[in-house]
Each structure stands twice: as structure tokens, then as C-alpha cells.
């Protein structure tokens, strides 16, 4: 019983990124979804709304090499259903992820995002590296919140994020300017 519930949750989650990431991009932001969701260590956050999941969260591990007992989490991917977008269910999923993290001990979280969505949760632009820092053009769409003061400003040096997300096509912002 509680695979078949933990299946359903999982195949909601995924139709929430399908939907609201449209024809074009839906696809393959469910499938990247779907891989996060296998990879032990990534947090899940969603909100409901009459019963269903309206929106949904992932965050995964991100290390910097020279810092790896900081503890920080990219948020990707962010996706709320069509049918409830622009009713507060952004909003529920950006304040409740960063109370989770704040109460887990996480020191920050790193986004590759949509520059107008993103600062009004405290996000802002940063240089902090990517795992690959040649294919960001799109420099305001990297974006951090710390959630530890200080923490940011002595991060440096080469990244790695989970495998799933190590692959360069996701980092490639040229086609999103």
C-alpha cells in the first residue's frame, strides 16, 4: 500500500512539471524530475490544493570541492500546474522550502532561474562557479540565498551537483537569453 501511495505521489509530481512546463520543455523537466526523485538525498516539497498537488520543489546536493562539509542545495526544478498558477502556490512552495532548509542546518541554495521569480524569496545574482562555468551566458539567471550568514562569500571553486544533474546541457544558458 504505501509503494502504491508513494507511486501516485511521484507520478502527480511529475505532471505537475509536465504541465507547467509546457509542450516544449515539459518532457524532459518531468524525466529530470523523475531522476532527481530517485536520488536518495534530494528533498521534495510540495503544496495541495483541493486534494491534489498544485506545486512542487526538488532540491539537490550542489558541493563546492574546497567546502564540502557546507551545506548547500540547488532548487530545480520549480513547477506549479497551470490551473493554479497565480493563486499563491509559488509563493507556499518558495516560504515553505526555505523554512525546511533553514531547519535542516542547509548554509545556502543555488538556483539557475527566472530573474524576476527568484529575488523575491531573498535569491539574488551571483558569481559562485558552476560545474560548468563556460556555458553560463545568462549570468542574472545564477542566482544564491543564503541561509547562513557569511557562508556565500567564502564559497569558491569547482562545483559538482548530483549525477543526474552533471550533465553540461542543463548548465547551458545561450538558448534562455
Known amino acids: 500500500m504505501e509503494r502504491t501511495k508513494k507511486h501516485a505521489e511521484s507520478d502527480a509530481i511529475l505532471e505537475v512539471h509536465r504541465l507547467a512546463f509546457g509542450e516544449t520543455e515539459g518532457e524532459v523537466t518531468a524525466q529530470l524530475a523523475k531522476d532527481f526523485l530517485s536520488h536518495p538525498d534530494t528533498i521534495s516539497i510540495s503544496v495541495k490544493r483541493d486534494g491534489q498537488i498544485a506545486g512542487n520543489l526538488l532540491f539537490t546536493p550542489f558541493v563546492f570541492q574546497d567546502h564540502p562539509d557546507t551545506k548547500c542545495y540547488l532548487l530545480a ?32 541554495v543555488f538556483v539557475l532561474g527566472v530573474p524576476d521569480f527568484y529575488p523575491r524569496y531573498g535569491l539574488a545574482p551571483t ?17 544564491a540565498l543564503e541561509l547562513t550568514a557569511g557562508t556565500v ?10 549525477p543526474q544533474f552533471m550533465q553540461a546541457h542543463w548548465w547551458d544558458t545561450s538558448g534562455r537569453e
Not at 80 to 107: A, C, F, R, W
Not at 128 to 141: F, I, V
Open 77 to 108: 526544478p520549480c513547477g506549479v500546474s497551470p490551473v493554479y498558477q497565480g493563486h499563491g502556490v509559488g509563493k507556499e512552495l518558495m516560504e515553505t522550502s526555505i523554512e525546511h532548509l533553514k531547519s535542516i542546518g542547509t548554509d545556502a
Open 127 to 143: 558569481d559562485k562557479q558552476t560545474p560548468y562555468p563556460d556555458l553560463l551566458t545568462a549570468h542574472e539567471a545564477r542566482m
Open 153 to 162: 562569500e567564502c564559497l569558491n571553486g569547482t562545483t559538482m551537483a548530483i
